[in-house]
């Protein structure tokens, strides 16, 4: 039997694709001090489940999101350098994440192997380069296991359930917090759980949407 999330900790939901998971990790001194489970999930899997478009699929949006991560990283002092592909299949670092239950120093040894070294862990000399990092020599068949399949959708699965929409996402005091520069609010809420409760957030978390059919 494969374990759910539990929903009651604190939870960071990252995919390795995402350059701004890899920024986001790499502030992780800057998290909240609290102990935070950290969930791979497929992003590309979500953006199906809530019919989103990818940026891939809109040229001068790609062209943006990589320019965004580059001056990003930049402006926050990381190393930074784009697999020779992107977006590139995710699916074997996620499972061999999942496989593994990756801690934290491992998780952030995969996301600077891909985006400091710059290598595409889809390709079979990069997964076999990433699993001898890791020295994980049976790598392969791990991602082949069927329990990790099955965990790898448990977490998925219970994402969806949770809301989750998209990579990076801090989930805190049971509210979702998106993307790289969600942090400064993440941090604020850490401090002051109560504003999520205030009038005005639960009025405009409560507003009607005027282009409904």
Known sequence: MNPSIDAASPLWLYDFVSPFSYLLLEQHDKWPSMPFSLVPISVTALYRHWGQRPA??????????????LFRAEQLGIPFKMPPAHPFDSTKALLLAT?????????????RFIWRDGR??????????????????????????????????R??????????????????????????????MVLYCARSPGWLESPEIKRISALPNGMAS
């Open 56 to 69: 891939n699929e809109v040229p001068q949006k790609r062209m943006f999101v990589h320019r965004h991560a």
């Open 99 to 111: 496989a593994i239950e990756a801690d934290l120093p491992t998780v952030c040894a995969m996301f």
């Open 120 to 153: 595409d862990p889809s390709t079979p000399d990069g997964f076999a380069d990433l699993c001898q990092l890791l020295n994980l020599p049976h790598g392969e068949r791990l991602i082949e296991h069927p329990d990790t399949k099955a965990r790898m959708q």
């Open 155 to 184: 977490n998925f699965d219970d994402a969806l359930a949770l809301g989750v929409f998209g990579v990076p996402t801090f989930r805190l005091h049971r509210q979702l917090f998106w993307g790289e520069d969600a942090l400064p």
